[in-house]
């Protein structure tokens, strides 16, 4: 006989020791909900990329092809959102081009106050340190340019255009 | 004797199949598999902790962990290999972090203890000496002896006389050398043949 065998055996009734019969389900039931909990404090990103290999994993020849042609679609959508091109505004600025900015306008003497331009045909063509060198904003009207100077408010955080002159179409105004 | 469980789950479905369903998105493949697991994991950490309730919670972090991990079991080794390497991997991580702090709770005992000839050789030789042996003061004490071994030692026990698995299987599991698993297996048996001599006499 094995030198080990009875205290082997002694050490085999642990086997009997049970947590009950009602654990096991009450343990699923829990584990389920605690899924469930850590599956909703998941990142929306993090769920969405999960489903998505999930929908690719069945069948992923076809809807690999679907997909790739929705992508398409965004993207040309998106390309065709986007600005292109100058409009004609003509002249090279300094800075960022393109920067969207909502622009108040000065009165002039008379007092009246000069139509607000939208976002999609204004441009700045740069903003410079208004100390030294006043940013430019321009608008291309037919037959025409509009130039104004954008003052910077320092108490308001808006800036001003201040028209500065108009000038004919096709002739390159004086850029500092 | 090998108490491995069977492969297949009540309703037919093997290990193979769960896990490639739950590997799919089938939550359900998945509780089947954690239903089916629980009883032995459950007796695997209990014999490691001595305690009822960090063994549930322990419970809990083992399969979310095996959910989580999923993806990357490739079938190289069984579905019951892998969870097994991850319960005894973060059981042992668990009393690294408990550290001494040992607080024994009982689990119930199964009533058919009552019919196993060892308990009842055990407990007929105890009549007449000044100390009846009850069951829970059996179990008591096969506790307090398993929590006086390493946890190395304290595993192989559990692995090999308390769940019945095999020598090749632990090494597997435990990702150590037969030879080393028969080795702990000879000094744990040595150890506690000397905790428990009032009982092996």
Known sequence: MDEFEKIQKLIRLKKYESPGEEFVDEFVSKFRERQREEMLKQPVLTLFWEQVKMYFSESPGQKWALATAAIAVLALGAWLMVPHGDGGAGFAGRGAQGMPVTVSFATDSTGKSLQAFSVETIRIMGVIDVEEDPGLLSKHFTGGYEQFVIVPQEKSGSSIAVPYEFVDFGSKPDIR | ?201
């Open chain 2, 1 to 201: 004797m090998n108490d491995q469980p069977a492969t297949t789950s009540s309703n037919g479905d093997s290990d193979v199949e769960l896990v490639a369903r739950a590997q799919q998105g089938d939550t359900r493949a998945f509780d089947q598999l954690v239903r089916k697991y629980t009883p032995k994991l459950y007796g695997l950490v209990y014999n490691m902790t001595s305690n009822r309730e960090d063994t549930a919670d322990l419970l809990q972090d083992i399969f979310a962990k095996a959910y989580r991990s999923l993806q990357r079991f490739m079938g190289k080794s069984s579905f019951y290999t892998w969870i097994y390497s991850i319960s005894v991997n973060m059981t042992l991580n668990f009393l690294k972090k408990r550290g001494r702090y040992t607080k024994i709770s009982l689990d119930d005992v199964d009533t058919g203890i009552h019919n196993d000839p060892v308990f009842i050789e055990v407990t007929t030789a105890a009549k007449g000496t000044l100390r009846e042996v009850n069951i829970h003061e059996l179990q008591k004490r096969l506790n307090e002896a398993m929590m006086k071994l390493s946890q190395d030692h304290r595993t192989v026990v559990t692995l090999y006389d308390v769940q019945g698995l095999q020598h090749a299987e632990i090494s597997q599991i435990l990702g150590v050398s037969e030879g080393t698993v028969r080795s702990r297996l000879f000094y744990a048996h040595r150890q506690l043949q000397n905790y428990l001599e009032d009982f092996v006499k």
